[in-house]
């Protein structure tokens, strides 16, 4: 059974940072590219970053400089850290993992906001 455990989130000042972790089990994690994504209340679900199995990065555009993703296959672990958040980041924050298909974790909401 696959499981994606996502800790980290919760409410933040703008300008602060927030660091999110993934824990994943039932995969070959070294295997699978890993991903965050968000979806904000009445939007659609974005990608905000992803990693292949390789380790090499991608990012959206508006994170781009303020966010890193980085994987630890010994801890079959995702991270995310998140820096000079803005009230525009707020949302629910998705851990996924593509190994043949798609799993997703259940979410952590990470809120910017003073």
């Known amino acids: 059974q696959v499981q994606l455990v996502e800790s980290g989130g919760g409410l933040v000042q703008p300008g602060g940072s927030l660091r999110l972790s993934c824990a994943a089990s039932?995969?070959?994690?070294?295997?699978?590219?890993m991903g965050w994504y968000r979806q904000a209340p009445g939007k659609q679900r974005e990608l905000v970053a992803r990693?292949?199995?390789?380790?090499?990065?991608n990012y959206e555009d508006s994170v781009k400089g303020r966010f890193t993703i980085s994987r630890d296959n010994a801890k079959s672990t995702v991270y995310l850290q998140m820096n000079n958040l803005k009230p525009e980041d707020t949302a629910v924050y998705y851990c996924a993992a593509v190994q043949t298909r798609w799993y997703w974790g259940q979410g952590t909401q990470v809120t910017v906001s003073s």
């Open positions: 039932g995969i070959i994690f070294s295997g699978a590219a």
């Open positions: 990693i292949t199995s390789g380790g090499n990065p």
